[in-house]
């Protein structure tokens, strides 16, 4: 009679002495289908197609680079593929590269299952005064919509301590696409125009 594998899977499979039967062996191969990595175009085609995935369940997703698995409950990211660097482009008074950390930067990555923004380099900030260009808001246009955190997000970022009564700023990514340096011009402790910011090893949940 069929048996099953020594795994523990589920997986028939004819033994000895059994008269073949391309039915039993066909289920078996259904089984392992299943229970493999699938591969999909995009989350939507993988929810059409598993309309009642199984926990364990594995599947890649070619347009967002994403391996899945559902947990009993829901597919949850598990890890990235390959996401290429973008610039982020900015408005007059931010150049990149302050104090030679590279370009201001962006990617998208996965972080125990969430997706999550990048960032790094660094920006020179010419002040008008003691004035931030454009409210501190730095970027041209709006991040696209898959960058964008569900809400803000306030971080922590690096300044230069000359010109600056602070060593740290604020750095808000606001879920209209835009980034706002926060906390330069005349404060409590003194004045703060800091020449540069730095974005390296910065990271806010999507």
Known sequence: ???????GQGFTALDYGDVP???????????????TVMRFATATTRNATLTTPVA???AWLTSEKQLTVYDG????????GTQAWTTVPLVAGFNHNGNSNGTFQYRRVNMFGEDTLMFRGGLNVTYSGTTIPNSGIVNSSALPTSARPTALRTVVIPCSDASSARITLKLDVQPDGFLKIIGTGNQPEGVVTPPWVGFNGTFVSL
């Open 1 to 7: 009679m069929p048996t099953t594998d020594g795994f």
């Open 21 to 35: 039967d391309l039915k039993v062996m066909g289920d078996g191969l259904l089984k392992i289908a299943g229970q």
């Open 56 to 58: 364990g369940m594995a």
């Open 73 to 80: 409950t829901a597919w949850v990211a598990i890890a990235s």
